[in-house]
């Protein structure tokens, strides 16, 4: 594939995610390459109860996720880390929104 047309399909999946979150009501935007801090290290800056969430998006042809969703089971999501690494957490991102819009949780 093409770096130019890699790049498109970078574009268009950071367009698309952001349209999806902000249609949740997301205070969600595209971040700034010549800012400095968060925005420089991501592709969009979610705003979320007084924090700053940098998100880079990714087009990748082959991830781990096979071997992830075997071992997740029947739960709604896997967690799990290295050796006396930062905590990593598996799901989907649709539960992600829910969990992040429902009081309850």
């Known amino acids: 594939?093409?770096?130019?047309?890699?790049?498109?399909?970078r574009?268009?999946?950071?367009?698309?995610?952001?349209?999806?979150l902000k249609a949740d009501n997301f205070n969600i935007e595209?971040?700034?390459?010549?800012?400095?801090?968060?925005?420089?290290?991501?592709?969009?800056?979610?705003?979320?109860?007084?924090r700053k969430y940098p998100i880079t998006v990714k087009r990748k042809a082959s991830i781990p996720s096979a071997t992830l969703e075997?071992?997740?089971d029947?739960?709604?999501m896997?967690?799990?880390r290295k050796n006396r690494?930062?905590?990593?957490?598996?799901?989907?991102?649709?539960l992600l929104i829910l969990l992040l819009l429902n009081n309850r949780s």
């Open 74 to 76: 029947d739960g709604d």
């Open 1 to 9: 594939m093409s770096v130019k047309k890699f790049s498109r399909k």
């Open 11 to 20: 574009r268009d999946g950071i367009r698309e995610l952001l349209k999806f």
């Open 30 to 50: 595209e971040a700034d390459p010549d800012s400095s801090g968060k925005s420089k290290r991501a592709d969009l800056i979610l705003n979320f109860k007084g």
């Open 70 to 72: 075997r071992e997740k």
């Open 85 to 94: 690494k930062n905590w990593k957490v598996y799901m989907d991102l649709n």
């Open 78 to 80: 896997l967690i799990f």
